[in-house]
T-cell receptor
Framework: SQKIEQNSEALNIQEGKTATLTCNYTNYSPAYLQWYRQDPGRGPVFLLLIRENEKEKRKERLKVTFDTTLKQSLFHITASQPADSATYLCADTGGFKTIFGAGTRLFVKA | DGGITQSPKYLFRKEGQNVTLSCEQNLNHDAMYWYRQDPGQGLRLIYYSQIVNDFQKGDIAEGYSVSREKKESFPLTVTSAQKNPTAFYLC???????????FGPGTRLTVL
């Protein structure tokens, strides 16, 4: 079955460093992937969308890459801040049914 | 202000009762979605609607029902047939199917 997988272990980094989160997909090739941020008890917020023919997309301190050979998308936050602490979700919303990964929790320490 | 609202924020129901969760958007979006989120898990799609008067089952539709009589409204009914309904329910909308999704604040349903 089609799957989106994210690292279930929380990522702990120091303020100012770059956080890198991974999203792997299996058994299919999504046309595009989206990244969302979710804070505890709240709905996700859309951050970035990247298409399969785009290698990289940037928005302020955020960068997303899409590697169709590795079947992977990487999400980077540069110069991370404690306010970036949240759960980040990867999603394929290009098909008839949306598929979300379970998310990776990021903790940025001051 | 444009946005998507869900009510109530917290909902308690007794076992065996049906309950309806509200979702309203004033973004003029065609597509709307319902998801369920359990602790430590990702969002699972319950139902989605690409356009008014049309909706499709997602991956976990059993025990749920929806209607889409108006563009701005997509209520979800959790029926007594849903075996484990306690969860966080999220409604979302997008301009069209496949576009980035705007989420509501969610409703936390607890079955007593």
């Amino acid at each position: 079955s089609q799957k989106i997988e994210q690292n279930s272990e929380a990522l702990n980094i120091q303020e100012g460093k770059t956080a890198t989160l991974t999203c792997n997909y299996t058994n299919y090739s999504p046309a595009y992937l989206q990244w969302y941020r979710q804070d505890p008890g709240r709905g996700p917020v859309f951050l970035l969308l990247i298409r399969e023919n785009e290698k990289e997309k940037r928005k302020e301190r955020l960068k997303v890459t899409f590697d169709t050979t590795l079947k992977q998308s990487l999400f980077h936050i540069t110069a991370s801040q404690p306010a970036d602490s949240a759960t980040y979700l990867c999603a394929d919303t290009g098909g008839f049914k949306t598929i979300f990964g379970a998310g990776t929790r990021l903790f940025v320490k001051a | 202000d444009g946005g998507i609202t869900q009510s109530p924020k917290y909902l308690f129901r007794k076992e065996g009762q049906n309950v309806t969760l509200s979702c309203e958007q004033n973004l003029n979006h065609d597509a709307m979605y319902w998801y369920r989120q359990d602790p430590g898990q990702g969002l699972r799609l319950i139902y989605y609607s690409q356009i008014v008067n049309d909706f499709q089952k997602g991956d976990i539709a059993e025990g749920y029902s929806v209607s889409r009589e108006k563009k701005e409204s997509f209520p979800l009914t959790v029926t007594s047939a849903q075996k484990n309904p306690t969860a966080f329910y999220l409604c979302a909308s997008s301009i069209v199917q496949g576009d980035s999704q705007f989420f509501g604040p969610g409703t936390r349903l607890t079955v007593l």
